[in-house]
């Protein structure tokens, strides 16, 4: 993974790294242009019209932060020795005069990254990406005739990684703008051309395809991702991705290489996500997100039948409940199934932060679960959501005291009744409560859905058990009712809960 916008102090790395794919995502701050891989495809007979509709409005960013350096300490050297000058020069060429064990002040140095952006409004709203700025203190839009203007930062947002500048310009030399177009109207197969400044070199044209829509590159809590292979590389960052019709509806932002160069598979934020948090930060300087109060995980295969969810692999599961949140107040529960939020159908758990996200605060909304095998409709008036990136207290969960019980066997787990020494054994947090795993069968399916010992069985078939005889009498309830899993909730010696579904055969 490399960080190649220029200033690599600035910005982690593991903001881009992709686990999940084969090669490196990288930020792009500072692509050359390129047809797209297929040359048998036949697209437009020329973009050169359309490119010079759109091409004023794209613009170069030139970001600069002012580090302070710090002075060192020059060795203290014997007076007229043949080294003398030699150490000197070496140190005060860094900045760094001599002077013996004196501190001396060394000169600020300045950090600079270049990348691309566009502008949204002729009275000098410009949008690029966060990490393209940074932290810089000196901000410079570049127009395609070469002219500088400073910009101010309006504001920025590093869940999707915009920032929105504003830049006062020439009376005499209005600005051009492009407008924001419908990413959802797009569809695999569509042409796009992306104008960016790659590596420094500004204004350069790439056309190329959308190559699928809501792509999750693992980057952030709101992916969703238009992937294209119009060549984008290093320095594309913040740089649109036009329609046909000259509409902004991707901001270019990332790609997969394992290179660093362009290999045609280029990731752009979508107008449908970037187009509300552009407005907020214009109007507020901020990002005014809407918050449920939840902690959600995916709904796979077996957790679907141990739940008895009908139309399969579907929905949030909520595995965690802030007490102080909107959820608690409307009464969703751990083991609820979130189907449908205001309208929207919820088709995996990587769904919901980005509606939720999207629905305005203090907008009260109907939420769709399936609680037991039943649909039940809440009705809930989103919070916001907090900027700090602090993760939300989890609710606690009361549950019985556990009763003495003899060590019980089940599911590739060895079990017991929580005491005084296992709790100090396993480090457990006070206040936790549950059935102790003691042992987990190394070849398990347990052991696959990484429960080990230290853990807490809470719940099995969403009720509570605080001893083993507890688990084993839900486990032969289950059997009997046809059941071919059963959904465990699991929590840690720190408290986080997550659901876990075990076949019982």
Not at 395 to 402: D, I, V
Not at 466 to 485: A, E, F, M, N, Y
């Amino acid at each position: 993974m490399a960080d190649v916008h220029g200033t690599p102090a600035r910005r982690p790395l593991a903001r881009r790294r992709l686990p999940a794919l084969a090669g490196a995502l990288l930020a792009l701050s500072v692509g050359t242009a390129s047809l797209p891989s297929p040359v048998q495809a036949k697209g437009p007979a020329s973009l050169a019209d359309l490119a010079e509709q759109v091409t004023d409005a794209v613009v170069n960013i030139s970001a600069s932060t002012t580090v302070e350096a710090r002075g060192r300490t020059l060795p203290q050297l014997p007076q007229g020795t043949p080294f003398e000058d030699l150490f000197e020069e070496f140190f005060n060429r860094r900045g760094q005069g001599g002077g013996g064990e004196q501190q001396q002040q060394r000169p600020s140095r300045r950090s600079n990254s270049l990348g691309s952006g566009f502008i949204i409004d002729a009275s000098g709203i410009v949008v690029t990406n966060n990490h393209v700025i940074g932290d810089a203190n000196d901000i410079q839009v570049i127009l395609h005739d070469g002219r500088r203007l400073k910009a101010e930062l309006v504001g920025k947002d590093s869940k999707i990684d915009l920032a929105v500048l504003r830049v006062k310009p020439d009376p005499d030399k209005p600005l051009k703008a492009v407008p924001l177009g419908d990413s959802e109207k797009m569809r695999p197969g569509d042409w796009v051309i992306a104008i960016g400044n790659p590596f420094g070199l500004g204004g350069s044209v790439s056309a190329g395809i959308v190559s699928a829509r809501g792509r999750n590159i693992e980057s952030g809590p709101y992916d969703n991702y238009i992937q294209t292979d119009a060549a984008i590389n290093k320095g594309n960052s913040g740089g649109p991705l036009f329609n046909m019709d000259g509409e902004v509806i991707g901001i270019n932002t990332a790609i997969l290489s394992p290179t660093g160069g362009s290999v045609g598979i280029g990731f752009a934020v979508p107008t449908a996500t970037a187009g509300p948090v552009i407005d907020q930060l214009r109007q507020f300087g901020e990002t005014r997100r809407g918050w449920l109060g939840v902690k959600i995980q995916n709904v796979d295969e077996t957790t679907a039948e141990a739940l008895g969810l009908k139309g399969g692999t579907r929905g949030a599961l909520v595995a965690g409940v802030d007490d102080k949140g909107p959820a608690k107040t409307a009464g969703l529960e751990v083991g609820d199934v979130i189907t449908k939020f205001n309208g929207t159908e919820v088709k995996s758990s990587s769904d919901l932060p980005r509606i939720v996200a999207q629905t305005p605060v203090g907008k009260t909304v109907d939420v769709m679960t399936m609680r037991k095998g039943q649909e039940v409709n809440r009705q809930v008036t989103l919070g916001r959501l907090e900027d700090n990136d602090k993760p939300q207290q989890q609710a606690a969960l009361t549950r019985p005291q556990p009763e003495a019980d003899v060590t019980r066997q089940a599911l590739g787990l060895n079990m017991s009744g929580l005491t005084d020494d296992l709790r100090r054994r396993f480090s457990i947090k006070d206040g936790v409560k549950g059935v102790v795993v003691t042992r987990v069968d190394p070849n398990s399916n347990a052991a696959d859905k990484r429960i080990q010992p230290g853990d807490l069985i809470v719940e099995v078939g969403q009720e509570a058990v605080s001893t083993p005889s507890d688990v084993t009498r839900r486990l032969d309830q289950i059997k009997k009712d046809g059941r071919k899993s059963a959904l465990l909730l699991v929590s840690n010696a720190q408290g986080e809960v997550r659901f876990v579904a075990l076949g019982v055969e």
